[in-house]
């Protein structure tokens, strides 16, 4: 008997107003997989990752995680569950270290599923800033970090809730060629640790390296879903990106 997906959006729909954001977007995501999820501002995507999330909650359509409904169930919920996420704009706590912004989802979150206590979440917290690349930077102050150590801090957060499904919207928007190189080997190797990841990023090359599969949206609606050689190849991303 085949597994259901890890992640299994069926048919979203997402309305402010009188605006349709989602038009019954559907999205698979298998366990360990890496996907790009892309498109041209106002296409979707943030709207689609909120839902996913818990965010934002769904008019129509239904999200499963783990081949479970979870609709209904707010954020904090979902993020115990397994599914994390990590923000283009990064707001730790700037009044609190390095290692105190960890101890948070280490305690909270993933100390929610396996009873983890103080003492084990630091040693914990060490051993994840030693693998992010701010093992130097452990004890200073969050709110001082260079802009791509704010990075790796946001997606060491969201590590460090041992999550099963890892979103990451736009880890690497205004970083120099070097610093995205940085991000786009951290997001490689903690998918091989067995984290599924989806990439929300306009820096198309990353995205390329990156994905096994292309998830592209436009005006709300999925155009297309493909390996990423057959994708940039597709007549209608073609249009949707560099117009008639």
Not at 65 to 76: K, M, Q, Y
Request: aromatic fraction near 4%; charge should be neutral; hydrophobic fraction near 45%.
């Amino acid at each position: 008997m085949t597994s259901p997906p890890l992640l299994e959006a069926i048919s979203v729909v997402k309305q402010f107003g009188g605006f349709t954001a989602l038009n019954g977007v559907s999205l698979e995501v298998q366990a360990g997989e890496r996907v790009g999820l892309i498109g041209p501002n106002g296409s979707g995507k943030s709207t689609l990752v909120n839902c996913l999330s818990g965010v934002l909650h769904n008019e129509g359509g239904t999200v499963r995680f783990e081949g479970r409904a979870i609709d209904s169930l707010p954020t904090h919920s979902r993020a115990r569950l397994g599914i994390a996420r990590s923000f283009q704009i990064p707001k730790p706590f700037a009044s609190m270290s390095v290692l105190e912004n960890l101890m948070v989802p280490l305690l909270f979150a993933a100390g929610d599923r396996h009873g983890k206590k103080a003492s084990a979440a630091a040693d914990e917290a060490v051993r994840i800033l030693n693998e992010i690349g701010l093992a130097d930077k452990t004890r200073a102050m969050s709110g001082g970090l260079t802009q791509v150590d704010m990075r790796k801090l946001e997606l060491a957060r969201a590590v460090a809730a041992h999550p099963k499904l890892l979103i990451a919207d736009e880890a690497m928007a205004g970083l120099s060629t070097s610093e995205v190189d940085e991000i786009l080997a951290l997001l490689l190797k903690l998918n091989e640790q067995g984290i599924a990841i989806i990439m929300i990023e306009h820096i198309m090359r990353a995205v390329m390296a990156f994905s096994q599969r292309m998830v592209v949206l436009v005006a709300g609606k999925k155009i297309a879903d493909a390996a990423p050689d057959e994708v940039i190849r597709n007549s209608e991303v073609e249009k949707a990106y560099l117009g008639q």
